[in-house]
């Protein structure tokens, strides 16, 4: 039920975005308890100037590879899942694709259950 917005800098080839949708799934399955083929993935590329990422924030020095992923989920995770989740995504990232573990800022939006209608214009998950 997650669906992941992946924010990326313009130019980035197809191999390394499908590397990094496959992270973020694997993490996901892995840490967050979610399940075989439950995968919606929106993966944009930003020119510059228009994904806009603060390079020193908390004293995390960021550079132009920034990415920044946003997960919607159902409400639920507890603290542990969720640090665990962050923590395989920018290792997987960094083992995957390079990308340095500061430039992997993520977000996780929690909603209830009802609030997903995945066709046919039903509340597949309402009780």
Not at 70 to 88: D, H, M, P, S
């Amino acid at each position: 039920m997650p669906l992941a917005r992946i924010d990326l800098p313009q130019g980035r080839d197809e191999t390394y975005r499908r590397a990094v949708g496959e992270v973020v799934y694997a993490a996901m399955t892995e840490t967050l308890n979610v399940p075989k083929d439950d995968r919606f993935q929106v993966i944009a590329e930003h020119p510059g100037g228009s994904l806009v990422i603060d390079p020193g924030y908390l004293g995390i020095v960021r550079t132009r590879d920034a990415i920044i992923i946003q997960i919607t989920l159902n409400e639920g995770r507890t603290v542990a899942q969720k640090q665990a989740f962050y923590k395989a995504v920018a290792d997987g990232l960094n083992a995957r694709v390079g990308l340095r573990r500061e430039d992997v800022m993520i977000t996780l939006v929690e909603v209830k259950k009802e609030n997903w209608s995945f066709g046919n214009g039903e509340a597949q998950y309402a009780t």
